[in-house]
């Protein structure tokens, strides 16, 4: 609303919060503080308070003000004559109803009230605990509230909830690399810690700095001395020692000084290793009778700022205030692991100005502090005496930071400027000032003794700058809100960036390109990388927060499923920050972005353990792209899939891949193989019969989903799920595990190993046990090839042909009668089910052709002794009738593709799948060009997103055979090395958590073992996990073919399709 003159009126409200205005009301919403007694002995009662004026034609009417007690409005209700309110005081008591009756504390009630009378109806029913902010719909009963950390949704008019959605706080509030392993901490500001190792493939450990359910945001982040050992900084000011390697709870340095919560005291937060919650605004409160709280202010100690030296020594500091006697500046010094300060430092000349920055020197004889007035202190560590005074800035000190070489000091101010000062002798040197807001955060690079200087401000802008002349060096944009942290790699020329916005972003500041942008999803515990090309990598639960942004039009967006063929790049931040950025095979922007839709009709049962599935397609046209008749694209409808709690259990057409090659097929044989005859109104109904069931052991729910793909191999989005009810099953119904252990230590050709077969047994042994926890039943199917002592051939069981007998018969396939017996004498395999599991490990020889193509080597390739790696890739580049290129490609018809294992596994219907591939190259499983998203395309790695089978490999397709011949000790491999000891220290965790575990500790095994390897020789494995399939959902009551709607949140900005 404009009004003609500036109106102003006065009606006392302590703190305005909201404005709301209608065609004939304004509203006011805020909180009045009410003093009471008379010095020294004065306290105050808070209290809610909305105050309405009368509008007419645009003017204010003074004289008709209404005031509304202990009323907060949250808005308008549509007749513009009445306001949705909560009611309570500040900590929740009910107002006009009986003193009997009062709201949790923390509670709020719902009221709605007529300005004209004015009076409130209140809803005594609707009690909410721990609100925070609400808002009202502009339907006037839509009502969202937020708790803090989640968003939920409701009615005014109803008790139901409508649903609820995640909101936590992702912004970045602090980043730092350890000096010497490249390690690299995250903090956020909802409390998580991110710790990256230099490779940058995942978090090495997620940890939460919280309070019990209260988190603290993360300040700042240092390495200690003793490896694997991060300190931490809260902005309550809590000081906790975390040893991230392991599961131990963190150890408390340092306390909080801010008030206690009511339901743990403060001894008992400080005994779990806790430090205390942020103060309640300063003030304590307490309830008395009727609606008021009385108030009184506390001792009160911020602690804003803290560092720690090189050699271990901790700085924190901030203001100090009794509200009576004292009120002063100070910095304390810890020396861990003694818990009292070793000393406490004022400048009683700063008058009441606080810490807000400390930045120790790098030798660690010097501290640098910085005051909330814009002054600098220099504290001598070994003098104990403030040794120089820097004063300059007109405003706040945000940040301190030494150059690697200790010869200059910057402070970034809040006056928009950076100062360089020269701390031995405490003069200035020279002033940066090309921010246009609040500089925020400072770092020097580490390669070149401190010549690059790193600013980050409000103005969402990084500014490089070199320290040694002044000159502005570069701008870097991207973020696109205050940039809060910066950190230089101390081994590579990168600097990484974090943001107000969220976003991690890695640069390369030699070229100042951006690199990679990480963003964490789910408040920090799972990230997604992106580069500017429009590559993604993440857990597939965080693919939902990109969307695809075409010629800068907002509207024009699309869903980040029709990037999965090309564009979702696994290991993607990996190879950003090493310059392997991949380059896309085509565009985005000329896809056929129109995407079928998909609905599951009706889900019936044909048998008592199999049902049928009716799936309806229809082709779709786009909205924003034509052809070249300038007619809109149409989709068509291509190759229709069928889920099982997540899983792949059917595909129509149902055409093998082409095993043992590998190859793709072109675009054109594609469609005219996959294509789904369409009636005349782009309609079809497929049919899935004899899927079979899982049988859960109480009354549950199956949920079955399904996509198609349009004529250019783009993925329609999911079905909306079908849940189809379950019975259950009699107590003590058996699950299987099958478990296959293949060890090739003899092989035909010479491709011979040690510890093939002593390493499948021990991981027959290990998973065995493990299998047992969660199965009632497992069987074991060794399949082993071995020479004896005098290099003889003592078995010779492990053959192709016995590893595909072996999953033909859990596939449901008959077999020869000999070779069943030789496979399987006891007649053990069936066709496995949804309740059973079947695990994979293979031991032996590897290859991996020249494109990306994995064979695993069995014993039968036939006596061709001069079969190297080296005359394969030759045969395959160049082919050739000569003898030796006949004798290779007999060898590689008889070993085991990838593409030889992804026809084998297609048809076996566990509920649980894991293959562990412990051989030289078997990093290379998915392919060279493998993007993991159901792209239709053969291969392996295709085959193990859509069935859910998690591989874990042993090396990387890339690197020398060292890796091979260095072994984890006597008799094992270093795969089954790493998998033990993480069995041994983690004998909790389930299968899935010891193959994410091994992952991370086979290259620091094999450090361990042999540190004078280099490390482009350490062996990197892979594991591919896209998640288990998902479990029945157990229910007491379900509705058939029916989902509740659940609101969903986006969250970090669209990505923008690049044309090439």
């Known amino acids: 609303m404009i009004f003609p003159t500036p109106a102003i009126v006065s009606e006392r409200i302590s703190w305005i919060n909201h404005l709301y205005a209608s065609g004939t009301w304004l509203v006011s919403v805020g909180t009045d503080e009410v003093p009471h007694g008379s010095p020294p002995s004065v306290y105050f009662t808070y209290v809610g308070s909305t105050v309405a004026w009368k509008l007419s034609a645009g003017k204010i009417d003074e004289q008709s003000v209404e005031r ?82 989640d968003i939920h949704f409701t009615s005014v008019t109803g008790p139901e909830r409508r649903g609820s959605a995640s909101a936590p706080s992702v912004a970045i509030t602090a980043l730092r690399f350890s000096p010497n392993d490249g390690l690299l901490a995250v903090g956020l500001r909802g409390g998580q810690i991110s710790v990256w190792d230099k490779t940058l493939r995942a978090p090495v450990r997620t940890l939460q700095y919280t309070i019990q359910d209260t988190p603290a945001a993360v300040r700042s982040l240092y390495f200690d001395l003793e490896p694997g050992t991060l300190i931490s900084v809260g902005e309550d000011g809590g000081i906790l020692k975390w040893k991230f ?92 692991p003694n818990p ?54 007109a405003a706040r000190i945000n940040a301190l930071a030494f150059s690697s070489n200790g010869e200059l000091l910057a402070s970034a101010s809040t006056d928009k400027t950076i100062r ?100 964490p999803v789910s408040g920090g515990n799972d990230w997604l990388a992106t580069t500017p090309t429009g590559f993604f990598d993440g857990e597939e639960m965080t693919w939902g927060q990109v ?140 049919p899935f019969s004899h899927i079979r069931l899982p049988r859960p052991p109480a009354t549950g729910v199956v949920e079955f989903t399904a996509y198609a793909f349009n004529d250019d191999r783009v993925k329609s989005l999911n079905s909306k799920p079908f849940e189809y009810p379950l019975q259950p099953v009699p107590a003590g119904t058996a699950r299987r595990a099958f478990l296959i252990t293949m060890g090739v230590n003899a092989n035909q050709s010479g491709w011979n190993l040690d510890v093939a077969v002593s390493s499948a047994e021990q991981a027959r042994s290990l998973l065995h046990a493990k299998l047992l926890e969660k199965y009632s039943t497992v069987i074991d199917v060794p399949v082993y090839s071995d020479l ?72 039968d390739t036939g006596a061709g002794y001069g079969i190297t790696e080296e005359v394969l890739s030759r045969c395959l580049l160049h082919p050739a009738s000569s003898a030796v290129c006949r004798q290779a490609r007999y060898f590689l018809e008889h070993s085991i593709s990838s593409a030889d294992l992804a026809a084998w596994w297609q048809a076996v219907d566990a509920g649980e799948l894991i293959m562990i591939l412990d051989s030289c190259h078997s990093g290379a499983v998915p392919g060279r060009d493998f993007r993991p998203g159901p792209l239709g395309d053969p291969g392996f790695g295709q085959l193990s997103y859509d069935k859910r089978i998690s591989v874990l490999s042993s090396s990387q397709p890339t690197q020398t055979e060292l890796g091979l011949w260095i072994t984890g000790g006597e008799g094992r491999t270093l795969l089954m090395e790493a998998l033990e000891t993480v069995a041994r220290t983690k004998p909790l965790q389930t299968l899935g958590e010891w193959l994410k575990g091994a992952e991370l500790q086979l290259p620091i095994t094999m450090k361990q073992l042999y540190p004078e390897v280099r490390e482009d020789n350490l062996q990197l494995p892979l594991l591919l996990d896209f998640g288990a399939p998902s479990a029945t959902t157990l229910r007491s009551d379900s509705k058939v073919g029916t989902t509740a709607p659940q609101p969903s949140i986006r969250g970090p900005p669209a990505l923008t399709a690049q044309p090439h």
């Open 547 to 686: 969307l695809w942004q075409f010629n800068g039009n907002l509207f024009d967006v699309s869903p980040v499923e029709i990037g999965f063929r090309d564009y979702f790049f696994p290991k993607l931040l990996a190879r950003a920050v090493e310059g392997q950025l991949p380059v896309a095979s085509r565009s985005l922007a000329e896809l056929n972005r129109a995407q079928p839709t998909v609905r599951i009709v009706s889900v019936t049962p044909d048998s008592h353990e199999t049902v049928h599935v009716d799936v309806e397609v229809e082709s779709a046209t786009s909205p924003t792209q034509r052809d070249e008749a300038g007619k809109p694209r149409s989709s068509g409808v291509y190759d229709v899939r069928v889920f099982r709690n997540r899983q792949l259990v059917r595909q129509w057409p149902e055409i093998s891949e082409q095993a043992g090659t590998g190859s793709e097929p072109t675009i054109e044989e594609w469609r005219r193989l996959r294509v789904v005859p369409l009636q005349p109104d782009g309609k079809a109904t497929v």
């Open 420 to 519: 360089l000062w020269n701390p031995r002798s405490a003069t200035p040197v020279r002033i940066l000032s090309d921010h246009n807001s609040t500089v925020l955060c400072l770092s020097f690079s580490i390669q070149d003794g401190g010549r690059l200087l790193a600013s980050g401000g409000a103005d969402n802008r990084i500014l490089l700058w070199d320290a040694n002349n002044g000159q502005l060096v570069r701008s870097l944009e991207g973020h696109s809100s205050a940039v809060n942290a910066v950190a230089s790699d101390p081994q590579r020329k990168m600097l990484v960036s974090g943001g107000e916005d969220g976003a991690l972003r890695f640069w390369d500041t030699s070229r100042f390109q951006l690199l990679a942008t990480l963003l």
């Open 68 to 149: 509304m007690k202990d009323q907060w409005g949250i808005g308008l209700a549509p007749d513009g004559h009445s306001i949705i309110a909560l009611t309570t005081s500040v900590l929740g008591f009910y107002v006009d109803g009986p003193p009997s009756q009062p709201l949790p504390v923390g509670g709020v009630g719902l009221a709605v009230c007529q300005m004209e009378i004015p009076a409130c109806r209140i809803d005594s029913s609707r009690t909410i605990v721990g609100i925070r902010v609400a808002a009202l719909g502009s339907d006037g009963v839509s009502f969202a509230y937020s708790t803090g950390r």
């Open 340 to 393: 009292r300060p070793v000393m406490r430092i004022t400048d009683q000349t700063r008058g009441d100005d606080g810490v807000t920055a400390l930045s120790f020197s790098p030798s660690g004889n010097l501290l640098a502090i910085g005051f909330d007035g814009g002054g600098i202190d220099l504290w001598n560590m070994a003098a104990q005496r403030i040794v120089g005074r820097l004063d300059g800035h």
């Open 788 to 859: 004896a002592d005098n290099g003889e051939v003592e078995s010779a069981h492990a053959r192709k042909n016995g590893l595909k007998a072996a999953l033909d018969l859990l596939s449901g396939g008959s077999l020869d009668a000999k070779l069943r017996e030789e496979i399987d004498p006891n007649h053990q395999l069936q066709a496995a089910t949804p309740d059973d599991a079947v695990v994979l490990y293979v031991a032996s020889r590897g290859y991996a052709d020249p494109q990306g193509t994995l064979y695993l080597v069995p014993y």
């Open 245 to 336: 390697l392991t599961s131990q709870p963190p150890g408390l340095v340092h306390a909080s000084s801010f008030g206690n919560r009511q339901d743990v005291s403060l001894d008992a937060r400080e005994e779990l290793g806790m430090v205390r919650p942020e103060p309640p605004r300063a003030l304590v409160a307490v309830p008395v009778a009727g609606s008021e709280v009385i108030g009184a202010m506390p001792v009160y100690e911020d602690n804003s700022a803290a560092s720690v030296s090189e050699t271990g020594m901790i700085a924190y500091g901030g203001y100090y205030s009794d509200h009576q006697r004292t009120s002063e500046a100070y910095a304390s010094i810890l020396n861990p």
